[in-house]
């Protein structure tokens, strides 16, 4: 791909991007939120056309009109948002469009050999007549990826293929994607963790600003160098924790304390505690149970037994409303879903959890709204065009600040949540403003709340947690504390349960 | 603001003028004979001599015969004048009614109707065709050959013979009630004036023939009076139907001085409408005695006359014939009943007569009484 | 909440590459420091009020000779479509919390006679009053139970409370209309006037007003607006979306029982058949007024332009003289083309 | 295309809360990590069988003397029932692919009265078959078109058709039923028999056998499927998501035209009234057969057996000697019954 250029509107995404792949090669594709790896990906995948510029497959000028196209050109992609049909099944979303026929008829037996094979293959133990939305979100990706697969793509494209991906899945994936290389197919990868980069790619590319900055084999360009054309020219700071106010937190009287939290067979038996200042960590495989302590304490899932006490005092909470009012609070897993309305505006999501407190009688204080948005925006520095842009439009990392300033907007009308629970804080989030987001998280602690944070990626969840539960099963196995914790591939053995 | 003062320069009919050739015209229609001829030009038999003597209702009673009642729809007095006095007079006979249908103006419904009444094995079948006389000809067909003895309702169904596929039909006169609606209008307005006329859209003969005895009166009793709209409507909205339509007649028509309409229901928008652009003098005649137009002329309302059916006299001989037919009695292949002209000073007393129960509450105290 | 979330994320995305690009366009235009009020002059959004201008000049032009422009005629319009209008401002919450209310037309019939018959049996049009809000409430209850907590998709719910209504208004009534002679009763709902004004006007100006201020206003109407857009994220912000999807019903199913009220004041009757179909002219009315038929956003007035835009309408071609088949087949056209062209690319 | 899947979103969300705590309690009883093939048999699945069933029984005792089992009656709800079958296969793949189309009873309409019309001027059945066909084609690519390419919603569009098929009908009609005498048609469609099985049923028959095989084993049906569920999902996924919802508009109106031929056939007339309402009917039929009336999900069989119990109801309730409203009352009861047993927790 030479020269190429993209705009939507008058607004211009890619304005002249170079990208070249080798034969058999792994090429890293590189850049922040709304860098426009996506964008240039679904033009190679025909879903978008570009305004200028080449794209050449083996040579051959093309232009794909319709992911058809690009299909029969033998480009294969696994989508970043995915490209899958909750109510079929396993194997019909992977041969979805091109099922095995036999006398005009699809041939499902067929249909369902083959996927078993490619599962296998890929060492997913997936059953394909299962229905996708019977699955929890893990099984899709790896559904995504053996739909990609099947097609015996000669480019295949992997958009953050990980983003989702339990450890174990993960290295899976890479042996996979080593495989591939041998068969000599090209692989696109696009992520935003430095450490897979290095482990899987050859080479490398860094688009900014919708232009190539950088290229090259992974092996001569420094990570120092990528991580500045990725963010620019800034320096990244790491994260800065001021002193712990409060140093003697586990001594000190608990905000929040859980004690035996069972919820169906997802979460059994759970007890902790989390003091002021504390940033509490929740490691874990997939379906360990993470998420629906989160929910749980937040009132969207049902508590089968135990107690939840915040500032000593035992609280029912029947719904989230309970929970906000309690100043128990949550930034779910989904943005895109749970966190936002993505057709509404800044603003608009901006406000919604403290319009009961905006009021000047029974009608909102629009004025006052404004103003306290303009707050947040500067306070979070959200970078949005103004607060009547539709979130949708934001890139990924923008929308998962308004998510949590949110909540912070709570505090301005006079209920600072004492609970800050999240949940994948920095899924799909560019490296920049992870660290934004982790710096922030650091800030809230230190006003006093508690914080609840689960994360997958384990070198995150370290430079931030005070203390890590990992959980197993739905139940708590192990508790560290920081200074137990040796390194990143201590968490992750004792997350994987090898020790 | 041209409309605003219309409601007073153009009152379209001078009240106070010499009734007497109006109400002679309507008097001798009510004392001659009924004016319509059969479906086959039969002359109607008086319904009066359709009787059952008490050893032929015993010998019925005998039998154990069991009715369906097929409707086309339900929800006006008509039709629920008639399926009273068939219930009333099956229950005389010890006939038992297995089947009560309503088509609610489908007649794809009715047909489906008439057939799943077959199934109870019917021994008589009352019904009414007039919704599609050619579509429910096979529905009806079945009937005859499965035995069942038919009565129509106003007209048979199509290619259907007397005495063999049929038992008698029995009608009212639609045309004559034109005829009275058109004296009664003239009357209204002193001979002089624009009419409108609300017809119904699909041409059953029941509609075809109330609408020509309106029309040809006006024209060849009325020189002086002309329509100047006339429009279709096919429901089931007939009251908002009714009243746009009416609406926009008295705007294009500053000088409309009255509406005459099939049934009462479009007229009850008409009357709607006229109250609405405060035209009070607005004069509506209409087809069958229904609660509010009724109302509307105790109160000395919009309604200066109504020409109403006698369904519950028509019920009470359908069900009689259809006794005819059990006992194997021969009968007449066609009886109209005759329309009965209905003003104020008499709308109690018809009430009485033609529904065979007290007329409402809100009737007597709108009228005094 | 698996499914879900990825057909809502990627619902949105299908919903980007379009609409996105010109108004991104429009964004970047002018400096991001100055969030003014965004560039929200895309005639688009006011097609129903390009559209009803419009066909008001053409219809002043050729019927001028048939009356069209007398006061009369106008007021004629004004109280024809304001029982519609007062549903319409319903509906426009019911849309946009992304339910439907199919159920209305049928409330409206079935509260004119209960209205009627308890007032003819008690003498009260207080009572009358009662029993009709009773009927809509009762209606309103087991509609928002069946949606908002069994969770039975509201098309259906409301399709078989059309039928449920309905019929028990048929049966009460015996299919037979039920006059109504308390005048007080009349001239408050839809017969009488206020100074020069109609009642149903005052009715009408009402049911816009309010609905505006707590659309905009207040919490209850963000909230609305939230859960129509996206119910899960509106529930993890704390709305209590069922309670808000129930509220919605209910409200429909009161104002449908009042609308049902001016039926009866208006025509002086209870009868089963006022607001028959009313409900597609309701749906027909939001949707041209600009709010989605899928939620998220709502405009209580272009539904009332919407409605009175249908009135219109059909008061132009009856004074034109044509056929019904002939309205029917324009109001569809209308209709497509209206739509088509409020569409946001 | 955006709006069906924003509505398919709403559907999911509406769905969520409560029924996600419940359904991952299932999840929950099998071991995280081997997520094997779910336990299918689920009673609800089959819900509408059930439920016929148990009417079927009831009628059969409690209507024995009043001929419910004769062979006649049986064959009479068959007769009944076999022209909704038939829409009802067709409305099965617009309702999967999240679309709805309200226009088919007054396409049928058009087609009964085009067909006896060319019928009465040609003196020709097959000419005047190719007029209906050409009916539905005709109006299948409008409703196509509109929908897929210029991304109106479905629910309005074919309402919008609706208004114009059924006024186009009787306009052409002038309101007139139009006799057929051509026995050759009216044998074939609807009025006559193929040994003792009425042509209607064989056409039922037909239609549900192609519709099952069409649904599940094509490509085309997997596609309606994938559409339905997700459409951006699907276009990601290489299916022509635009074609296949024209396509699946186009069917719907074709098939509408040979019900309307039915209609013609068995009532030997054309008249604008056949199929009045029939959407309605075709819906109910279609989600009580367990189809989503939020896509991507579709049974033909479910659908055919879920017109056959409506029609079953009807037939029951006349022969119990109940009245029409109260019909209508017991059927909405029935179906919001039906639709909330059939309902997922
Ligand atoms: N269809 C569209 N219409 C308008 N703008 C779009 C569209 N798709 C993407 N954009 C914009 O283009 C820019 C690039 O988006 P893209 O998705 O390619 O970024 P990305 O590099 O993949 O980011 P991420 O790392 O968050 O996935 C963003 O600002 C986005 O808002
Ligand atoms: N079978 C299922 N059906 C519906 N939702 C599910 C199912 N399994 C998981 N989920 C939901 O999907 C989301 C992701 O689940 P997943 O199993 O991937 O857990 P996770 O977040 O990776 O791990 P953890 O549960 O430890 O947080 C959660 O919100 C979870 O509640
Ligand atoms: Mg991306
Ligand atoms: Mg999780």
Known sequence: MTGVRKAFGKFEVLRGVDLEVKRGEVHALLGGNGAGKSTLMKILQGVHTHDAGRVEVDGQAVEFTSPHDAKAAGIGMVFQEFSLIPSLSVARNIFLGREPRRFGLTDDATMIRKSTEILDRMGADIEPRTVLSDLPVGYWQLTEIAKALSLDARILIMDEPTASLPYHEVEQLFSLIDRLRDQDISVIYISHRMAEIERVADSLTVIRDGRTVLTGPVAEVPSAKVVESIVGSEILHGLKRGEPKFASTRSSAPVLSIRGLTSGHRVQEVSFDVAAGEVLGLAGLIGSGRTEIANCLFGIERMDAGQVFLDGRSLRIRGPQDAIDAGIVLVPEDRAQQGLVLGHTVRTNLLLPSLGKLGRGPLIDDGRGSKLCAGLMSRLDIRASALNETVGRLSGGNQQKVVISKWLGLQHVGQAPRVLILDEPTKGVDIATKTEIMQLVLDIADTGAAIIVISSELEELLSVADRVLVLRAGRIHEELDRSDIADEEALQLAVQGVN | LVACSSADSSTGASKNCDTKPYD?????????????????????????????????????????????????????????????????????????????????????????????????KPDVMVSIPSLDTTALAPAYRKAVEQGVKLVFMENPAKDFKAGSDYVSVVATDNYGAG????HQMARALCGEGEVGVVYHAAEAPTNVLRQKGFEETIASDYPDMKVVESKGFLGPDWKGEGSQTVN??????PDLGGVWCFFDAPCEGAIDAARSSGRNDLAVTTVDLGNNVALDMAQDGFVKGIAAAQPYQQGLTEATLAGYALLGKEAPPFVELPSVPVARDDVAESWTKIYDVEPPSELTDALGQ | MTTQSRDAQSAHQESTPGANAESLA???????????????????????????????????????????????????IARQTAIIVVMAVAGTFVIASAQIDLSIGAVAGLSSVVVAMTIASTGSAA??????????????????????LLRIPSFLVTLAMLGIAGGIAQWMSNFQPVPILDTTFTNAFGSGEIGPAPTLLVWAALAVGVGVVVLNKTRYGRQVLATGGNAVAAQ?????????????????????????????GRLQTGRYQWGTGD?????????????????????????????????LINNGLILAGTDVSQQIIIQGVIIIIAVALAKKK
């Open chain 2, 24 to 120: 002679d015209a309507i008097a001798a229609y009510s004392s001659g004979a009924v004016l319509g001829k059969g479906p086959y030009g039969e002359t109607s038999a008086d319904a009066g001599t359709i009787e059952l003597t008490a050893e032929e209702v015993e010998q019925i009673r005998q039998m154990k015969a069991t009715a369906a009642v097929v409707m086309h729809f339900s929800g006006d007095s008509w039709s629920n004048a008639q399926v009273a006095a068939i219930n009333k007079e099956f229950d005389k006979l010890g006939v038992r009614i297995v089947a009560k249908t309503d088509a609610q103006a489908d007649p794809a419904k009715q047909f489906s109707d008439i057939e799943t009444a077959l199934a109870a």
């Open chain 2, 179 to 182: 005829v009275l609606g058109a």
């Open chain 2, 248 to 253: 926009a007649w008295l705007t294009k028509h």
């Open chain 3, 26 to 76: 429009d964004d970047r235009s002018r400096p991001p420091e100055r969030p003014a009020l965004r560039a929200r002059l895309d005639w688009r959004d006011y097609a129903i009020y390009i559209g009803f201008a419009v066909v008001f000049c053409l219809f002043a032009i050729f019927l001028r000779d048939d009356g069209f422009l007398n006061t009369n005629n106008l007021l004629n």
């Open chain 3, 127 to 148: 009572i009358g009053i009662l029993a009709g809000l009773g009927v809509g409430a009762a209606v309103g209850i087991v509609n928002g139970t069946l949606v908002a």
């Open chain 3, 236 to 264: 993890f912000s704390g709305v209590r979306t069922r309670r808000i999807t129930f509220y919605v019903l209910l409200v429909s199913a009161v104002v449908a029982s009042i609308a049902g009220m001016l039926y009866a």
């Open chain 3, 279 to 311: 409900e597609l002219s309701v749906i027909a009315a939001v949707v041209l007024g600009g709010t989605s038929l899928f939620g998220g956003n709502g405009r209580v007035v272009g539904s009332a332009v919407g409605a009175v835009f249908i009135g």
